[in-house]
């Protein structure tokens, strides 16, 4: 009883995946064949990625939170495609939206770390702004001409797994596992989150690191940009519509405690899982899609709640 306690965001989180499970084994058994589990890792790959830099800013604190990394998404693959059709090399895409996607997570962290603006609204101000300047830029249609070598790429996959989830999202959270358990750098960003004001009277650069991760988290969504390039074969503006809530669901989700020095990585990426396997079994029972944003909702507020009374027993 003491664990469920301590531990009830990561009890709720393996008791929705066994609920999940049953249904699914119960109802259409089907979803578990190859084919299927692939489309679900494809679908997953963009949201990983962005809940991945999603939780990073969540557990340094400082009231941490991204609401601009859908706009950053869809911004970094229209300004990746952009480039293209301005005379950029193929082969530089890749680092286009990378670089875009690290840019516009800069500026936020230097208005959030330098200025001392209130995170959510700078966040709500450039998720705007980004998912604005990606409509204007654009007239609100597709930009076509993605290379056709980048498309095998973006569609294949090896043993059922998507190449994409191969080659980005895996390394990326194995590398943020390892920073975060074995490293200066890891234990620096948990004493943030736990206590700000404690990390700075012990020589903690806060401000350097909280910018430093702002960046690392649009350098992700400039990433997922890119592989929806890859994937859809054309640079959408709305493409990254919802992911700023579906993000920060997988975050807390996974575990991450809303007020920060608390969680890991691979909690987030299993949260991540089953929010698109979620996601798809609604599609699969003919549930309208309208109500796939409900249940996202529903579930945060289900965390939160599991998070308030689990810091509360504790």
Request: proline letters at 4%; a positive charge; charged letters at 10%.
């Amino acid at each position: 009883m003491k664990f469920l306690r301590s531990h009830l965001v990561t009890c709720l989180l393996v008791a929705l995946w066994c609920l999940l499970v049953a249904v699914v084994l119960l109802f259409q058994p089907t979803m578990l064949d190859p084919i299927n589990l692939t489309a679900l890792l494809q679908f997953a790959t963009v949201l990983a990625l962005v809940a991945l830099g999603q939780a990073l800013v969540v557990l340094s604190g400082g009231a941490g939170i991204d609401l601009s990394v859908g706009g950053n998404v869809s911004l970094s693959a229209v300004v990746g495609m952009m480039a293209l059709d301005a005379g950029a090399p193929a082969f530089l895409l890749p680092a286009i939206c990378v670089l875009c996607g690290l840019l516009l997570g800069l500026f936020n962290g230097l208005l959030i770390a330098r200025l001392k603006i209130w995170p959510l609204i700078v966040t709500l101000g450039t998720f705007y702004a980004w998912s604005g300047l990606a409509l204007a830029l654009t007239g609100g249609a597709a930009l076509s001409g993605v290379p056709r070598e980048l498309l095998p790429w973006g569609r294949g996959a090896l043993a059922a797994i998507p190449l994409p989830f191969l080659c980005c999202v895996l390394p990326a959270f194995i590398l943020a596992w390892g920073i975060l358990q074995f490293t200066s750098w890891g234990r620096w960003i948990y004493a943030m989150g736990f206590n700000e004001r404690s990390a700075r009277l012990v020589g903690i650069p806060v401000d350097r690191l909280r910018l430093l991760i702002y960046g690392i988290c649009g350098a992700l969504a400039g990433c997922a940009g890119f592989i929806t390039l890859a994937w859809l074969g054309s640079g959408r503006p709305n493409v990254g519509v919802n992911l700023e809530l579906e993000s920060l669901t997988a975050a807390l989700l996974g575990g991450m405690a809303i007020f920060g020095g608390r969680g890991g990585a691979i909690g987030v990426l299993a949260a991540t899982l089953l929010l698109v396997a979620i996601k798809t079994s609604l599609l699969q029972f003919g549930i309208n899609t309208v109500w796939q944003v409900g249940v996202v909702g529903l579930l945060l507020i289900i965390v939160l709640l599991a998070d308030r009374f689990s810091s509360y027993r504790r």
